[in-house]
């Protein structure tokens, strides 16, 4: 087992509960039963967390929930639900069209990319993977973070915030989207959030994944 691999599994936090994300999602407030219920929701980077059962508990009923994560194990989450997925491959690698209504990366890519060229991807497979009327949840957009040996380093910097922004906009001066920030102030320098609502009907998104595929 390598060290990022061993860090992953049994250092960085991989069983987030429902409610430890809801504050990084943003915007939500008591509307989360419209918001998720029969839509098919992507997890980048969800490790072990049981997100299918805590939106059940709480009444919400998703169409499927697909967790892509190369380091998370098998759940009896994943057994008892034929609607929850895990697919144990980097998103980075992943080709997704048209596929999810939600997609969340939370504490996860892009903030785990390890160059500019990276960030481009996530955003690029991001865009792709989204339905139209589909809406894609980042946080943090103000930080990387790293593995250093056993340990995870986090740098919450302006030119972090600056690169995803960047990209951003030059999708939204380009693309039908609306780009929202949210801050969460219970974290570390005030971790951002990005939503991004893709308000398209579906005849117009295979032109969107061209652009998205060929300029980001």
Not at 33 to 44: E, Q, Y
Request: glycine fraction near 4%.
């Amino acid at each position: 087992m390598s060290d990022k691999e061993y860090v992953f599994r049994n250092l960085v936090p991989h069983q987030r509960e429902l409610d430890d994300l809801i504050p990084n999602i943003g915007g939500l407030g008591d509307t989360m039963t419209n918001v998720f219920s029969d839509k098919r929701i992507c997890f980048v980077g969800g490790g072990e967390s049981p997100i299918y059962m805590n939106l059940h508990e709480k009444g919400i009923l998703p169409k499927s929930l697909t967790n892509i994560d190369p380091y998370a194990r098998k759940t009896l989450e994943y057994q008892m639900h034929e609607n929850c997925h895990l697919v144990r491959k980097d998103f980075l690698k992943t080709y997704y069209q048209n596929a999810f209504d939600e997609i969340w990366a939370m504490f996860s890519l892009p903030a785990y990319c390890e160059n500019l060229n990276q960030i481009k991807t996530f955003w690029k497979k991001s865009i792709i993977a989204l339905a139209p009327k589909g809406k894609l949840r980042v946080c943090p957009i103000n930080a990387k973070l790293s593995i250093e040996g056993t340990s995870v380093r986090a740098d919450y910097s302006e030119k972090q915030y600056e690169i995803n922004q960047k990209i951003i906009q030059k999708l939204a001066s380009n693309i039908p989207i609306n780009a929202q920030d949210t801050f969460n102030p219970k974290r570390p320098a005030h971790t951002a959030a990005a939503t991004i609502s893709l308000d398209v009907p579906q005849s117009e998104k295979l032109a969107i994944n061209r652009f998205v595929y060929n300029e980001l």
